[in-house]
Nanobody, 115 residues
């Protein structure tokens, strides 16, 4: 059974930082491309950042320079370090594992940026 479990969300003031984690089980983690997506109320889910199994990264323009995605294949975990957070970063954040036609999602973690 495949599971992706996110953690690390919460309430933070504008300008603050959070680190999200996503722990995976049931897959050969190192074979997968991993991504962080987010969905704000009334909006479509969007890609925030992704990292290939070779370590190549990709970021949405709105987060480039503020967010950093990384992976630890020994711990089957992908991270999203989020700095200089803005109110518009408020959303539910989901991690995704992708390999070919196989795509797995976590349950999401809420991030709220507000004073």
């Amino acid at each position: 059974q495949v599971q992706l479990v996110e953690s690390g969300g919460g309430l933070v003031q504008p300008g603050g930082s959070l680190r999200l984690s996503c722990a995976a089980s049931g897959i050969i983690f190192s074979n997968y491309e991993l991504g962080w997506y987010r969905q704000a109320p009334g909006k479509q889910r969007e890609l925030v950042a992704s990292i290939t199994n070779g370590g190549n990264t990709n970021y949405a323009p709105s987060v480039k320079g503020r967010f950093t995605i990384s992976r630890d294949d020994g711990k089957n975990t992908v991270y999203l370090q989020m700095n200089s957070l803005k109110p518009e970063d408020t959303a539910v954040y989901y991690c995704n594992g992708l390999r070919g036609w196989r795509s797995y999602w976590g349950q999401g973690t809420q991030v709220t940026v507000s004073s």
